[in-house]
């Protein structure tokens, strides 16, 4: 691997070398002449394809609505999440972060807790003010996105603004509700930023977004009927036909022939 110090750094393919950047830098590598690849490589390769993906259709639904700025490994961590879930395990992708700095635990000590029916519920607690702010913003972003089509079917957003400015005073809690009906799984994030009584503090250490639920689409149960067999007619044994006997002769009965 080289680093390119050039004053007009390029990112691509140029001939047989290939020009990236990691961790801030550009980088060359030459591209090899040849590829063997076994049939593990290329079920690893299908694999990653498919979560690569699944972790650009995340980050393009929540694009338009998350307002902080992600770290720069942002892709990466995403595609090894999905990874390590599973393929379809959707319900895998809780806690994510999608600033990777700081989570939710930051600013929340109590868990916070989404039901199905679109109710986000924050617990009782004492919040702390970092940074001088004075006012809390918590952002409820649920987006259903239908995996198997790969598209958005729909989004809502839920505010809360939480004064930070009475110390002695303990947060009462609350709870914030959305509403996305439609086809697929439903992805809720929530999103905290704090700020003065000016501006916005623009410190990762404070910024959250993270993945607290993941809610799949109820399939509704189809009950299967099966057609009662009807029961079998018994065909009767014919009776056996009664002999009747001639009054005895001699002291012996008389069998009469019909």
């Known amino acids: 691997m080289a680093i390119l110090d050039s004053i007009i750094p390029f990112k691509g ?29 290329r079920r690893a390769a299908k694999w990653f394809g ?28 995403l595609n090894s999440y999905i990874l390590s879930a599973g393929r379809n395990n959707h319900a895998g992708l809780s806690k994510f972060r999608f600033n990777g700095y700081t989570g939710l635990s930051k600013h929340f000590s109590g868990r916070l807790v989404f039901s199905k029916d679109g109710k986000l519920h924050i617990p009782e607690q004492r919040l702390q003010a970092y940074g001088g702010a004075i006012r809390m913003e918590v952002k409820l972003i649920a987006t259903r996105i239908d995996f198997s089509t790969r598209t958005i079917t729909g989004t809502d957003v839920a505010l809360l ?11 009462e809690g609350a709870e ?13 994030v929530v999103q905290v930023r704090l700020f003065t009584k000016d501006f916005e503090i623009r410190n990762r250490k ?3 977004a993270d993945i607290v639920a993941v809610v799949e689409e109820e399939v509704p149960q189809v009950t299967v009927r099966t057609k009662a067999q009807p029961h079998k007619k018994l065909t009767r044994i014919p009776a056996v036909p009664v002999r009747k006997t001639a009054p005895a002769q001699n002291g012996q009965a008389a069998i009469q022939r019909e």
């Open 13 to 41: 393919r140029l001939g047989n070398v290939i020009s990236y950047v990691r961790n801030g830098k550009h980088c060359l590598r030459t591209v090899p002449e040849s590829v063997r690849q076994t049939a593990n490589t």
């Open 50 to 77: 498919a979560a690569s993906r699944k972790g650009a259709l995340i980050r393009n639904a929540f694009a338009p609505e998350i307002d902080i700025q992600p770290d720069r490994v942002l892709v990466n961590r």
């Open 206 to 208: 404070y910024q959250v």
């Open 161 to 171: 603004n939480i004064d930070l400015n009475q110390p002695v005073q303990p947060f």
């Open 176 to 188: 914030m509700s959305v509403d996305v009906p439609g086809k697929g799984t439903l992805v809720v």
